[in-house]
Nanobody, 118 residues
Framework: QLQASGGGLVQAGGSLRLSCAAS????????IGWYRQAPGQQRELVAR???????YYTDSVKGRFTISRDNAKNTVSLQMNSLKPEDTAVYYC??????????????WGQGTLVTVSS
């Protein structure tokens, strides 16, 4: 299981660092994604990182967010800079796979709330 933490309330332009802690010996070989769901919106992929460190970012966060992983500690982090009110959402981490966002059987955990005030 993966557990997201590090959310909070921040002013626009500020920064937060989210952390995703995982259990299990196979963590290092799995691609991990950070997702978010804003009120009234569908859940979306924000960033993902492969087992080898290759990264992907959705257009709205490119240049502001950085995803990284530490396989020795079984963690994946999301550094969020220059935050905007539209980044307000519950953020989740999960093992990435095609179709995960639209899978009604997917388990998401509690997530961590990020609130950006204007």
């Amino acid at each position: 299981q993966l557990q997201a933490s590090g959310g909070g309330l921040v002013q626009a332009g500020g920064s937060l660092r989210l952390s995703c802690a995982a259990s299990g010996s196979t963590f290092s070989i799995k691609p991990i994604g950070w997702y978010r769901q804003a009120p009234g919106q569908q859940r979306e992929l924000v960033a993902r990182i492969s087992s080898g460190g290759s990264t992907y970012y959705t257009d709205s966060v490119k240049g502001r967010f950085t995803i990284s992983r530490d396989n020795a500690k079984n963690t994946v982090s999301l550094q969020m800079n220059s935050l905007k009110p539209e980044d307000t959402a519950v953020y989740y981490c999960n093992v990435w796979r095609m179709g995960l966002v639209s899978d009604p059987r997917a388990y998401w955990g509690q997530g961590t709330l990020v609130t950006v005030s204007s």
